[in-house]
């Protein structure tokens, strides 16, 4: 039985991997913050693709959305606040790159 399709390929090899409860109690908790099933997360962390929980999306999107703010408030002002919306958006590239990174 084919439960999914990743790409071309049907995700329909299974394999069995025992946990400890709060182990398992782990896995569930990250699977439910990142929006995916514990088996893509596993999928994921194994070949190195990266798991971001879908607070952390909501947050680098608004992130995104502020940086563009302040792009505009340089440009409307003619740079008359550049030391502020400089720092201000140096400030937002580093959270959104740490977000990223988790």
Known sequence: MVFEMKGAKALNARITLRLAPDEKERLQSDADLAGLSVS??????????????????????????????MKHLHIESGGLYSANTGAAIN???YYIDKLAAR
């Open 91 to 93: 400030a937002i590239v």
């Open 40 to 69: 893509e997360v596993i999928r994921r962390h194994y070949f190195g693709r990266p798991i971001i929980a879908n607070a952390d999306a909501a947050m680098i999107r608004e992130l995104r959305r502020m940086g563009g703010l």
